[in-house]
């Protein structure tokens, strides 16, 4: 391998502990913040994943939001929001016998 290949460039350097860039996409922020809120009704993230999963594929089949949607939410947005709001919620099963 040549030196040139080796020696980093200003382009390919990221450096450990910057603040990381702001994104352009509107709306990423307030994903963050909607997961958290989500998750202290859902404590258990893999159930809170399984839980927006399935209501992201119902949102995306056609089933109607049961919240007002704004035009920036996405169908994870507005599942999570409607956990927040108390629109959907889990319920166990009882396992029959």
Not at 23 to 35: C, E, H, I, R, W
Not at 75 to 89: N, P, Q, R, S, Y
Request: proline share 7%.
């Amino acid at each position: 391998m040549s030196e040139k290949a080796l020696t980093p460039t200003p382009e390919n350097v990221v450096v450990f502990g910057e603040e990381k860039p702001s994104s352009q996409l509107p709306g990423s922020t307030m994903k963050s913040a909607l997961v958290e809120q989500a998750s202290e009704i859902v404590t258990d993230p893999l159930v809170l994943i399984n839980l927006v999963s399935q209501r992201v594929r119902q949102l995306n089949a056609g089933r109607s939001p049961l919240i007002d949607r704004l035009p920036s939410m996405g169908a994870a947005d507005v599942a999570l929001t409607e956990i927040i709001e108390g629109k959907i919620k889990l319920v166990e099963k009882a396992m029959e016998i």
